[in-house]
């Protein structure tokens, strides 16, 4: 009778024990658990290329020890090598970064130093499926993959976070709606929405930026293309399915933002004015004929060199954005000449240049093109009267001489 319990309890236990072995093949969360994946968002920081944030993507192997156990993936190194300077990719408007890997502590000490704000959202995703990310990732940093050409909207650190999910789920990837509804809004101004905070004491970067884009700027981006940036990307990770359930747990906060904005002023929008008053005034008064046309030339000389910076990036195709930009209207490169020109020419040039200022204003109205009016208004209104100017001392001047000679 003993032996009979004791056989039947035994097979009881090889049952279980059998059916665990099973379950932990089947249910690969059971196996494969030992990864955790998860989207950390930054909050911006000081630095012009910290101004919209950064997004990265955590991995912890349970079964790895050491640095590998718990490693942070980060797209956007620079890549400064002797070959490749920080000046060479000034010039060429080409920068070069990779994929690199830090440990969580390294991490931690960086953003805890810079005091900038840090939250992740930890992926609900079965064990084959991390394991998929993993390899991706994996593969991403080989020396091979790991380098890419950095474009501000259209392939930088979220864009290639993103591109994960679209690469190794493919449809089964849907992502939540980032959009705000009822708003229309094109690529330049979704980094006013953003970080408006880290922008304001920046204004010399916003106000280059605004005038560097172009036609391809002002599209209206779909929901994916929305998520260039890095609060955006975790707004729409945090909505996202896989397979119709949901991708994301609650977010976690692992550093509060701490950093302090300055007050600023609008610095460019102040310099320009104050040397469109003094130009304005110098080139009407007589007395300040010298000072007039230093200024003059000057100003031409400014937006000479301007508009040559705009023409040259938009034909290397550098950035999407900066194409078709119409701000060269305003910003002619034959402003660097024209000073040395005869009066003849200068005659024709200003009404030719007042000419076109009057198209920037349709450009901008019509939709062509957002032209950025507050900041540059002054500008524009400088340039009115130095072309004025221009013609009045071209064809007036002219005419004087040849009384004087009668």
């Known amino acids: 009778m003993l ?6 309890l035994l097979a009881i236990i090889l049952h279980f024990s059998a059916f665990a072995q099973q379950d932990s093949v089947v249910n690969d969360t059971a196996v494969k658990s030992h990864l955790r994946i998860s989207l950390l968002t930054c909050s911006p920081g000081e630095e012009i290329y910290e101004t919209f944030g950064h997004s990265a993507i955590r991995i912890i192997d349970s079964s790895k020890a050491g640095r590998e156990r718990d490693l942070v993936y980060n797209f956007g190194f620079l890549d400064s090598s002797p070959e490749n300077t920080v000046l060479h990719q000034f010039l060429t408007d080409r920068v070069h970064v990779y994929l690199a890997t830090n440990t969580m502590d390294e991490f931690n000490f960086q953003y805890g130093r810079e005091k900038r704000g840090v939250e992740e959202l930890v992926f609900l995703l079965s064990g084959e499926d991390k394991m998929r990310i993993q390899k991706y990732l994996a593969n991403n940093l080989r020396r091979e993959n790991r380098y890419y050409e950095y474009s501000s909207a259209y392939d930088n650190c979220c864009t290639r976070i993103l591109g994960i999910f679209t690469s190794v789920f493919g449809n089964r990837f849907v992502p939540g709606n980032v959009l705000p509804k009822g708003v229309t809004l094109h690529f330049r101004q979704f980094t006013d929405r953003c970080g408006p905070q880290a922008i304001q004491h920046k204004y010399w970067f916003s106000t280059g ?28 990770i945090a909505g996202a399915t896989v397979d119709g359930r949901k991708l994301c747990d609650t977010k976690t ?4 933002n701490r950093v302090k904005w300055p007050d600023a002023v609008n610095e460019p929008v102040i310099v320009f004015w104050c040397i469109a008053v003094v130009t304005i005034i110098s080139v009407v008064v007589k007395r300040l004929r010298i000072l007039g046309s230093i200024m003059s030339t000057l100003v031409l000389f400014l937006t ?12 290397i195709d550098a950035e999407p954005g900066w194409k078709d930009n119409f701000n060269v ?3 002619l490169p034959t402003n660097l000449i024209i000073p040395f020109c005869s009066s003849r020419i200068k005659s024709k040039y200003s009404i030719v240049a007042l000419s076109l200022i009057a198209v920037v204003f349709i450009v901008h109205f019509l939709n062509i093109q957002i032209i950025p009016l507050y900041e540059i208004s002054s500008v524009l209104l400088t340039l009115v009267f130095v072309y004025g100017v221009m013609y ?3 064809v007036f001047g002219n005419n004087d001489k040849k009384i004087q000679a009668r």
């Open 392 to 394: 009045r001392k071209a």
């Open 3 to 8: 032996k009979r319990v004791l056989s039947i």
């Open 304 to 315: 000479g060199v301007l508009g040559c910076y705009i023409i040259y990036v938009w034909s």
């Open 253 to 256: 906060v692992l550093f509060e």
């Open 209 to 236: 930026m605004k005038i560097l884009f172009g036609c391809g700027a002002d599209r209206i981006p779909t929901n994916m293309e929305a998520m260039y940036i890095a609060d955006y990307l975790q707004d729409g």
């Open 329 to 331: 209207l305003w910003a």
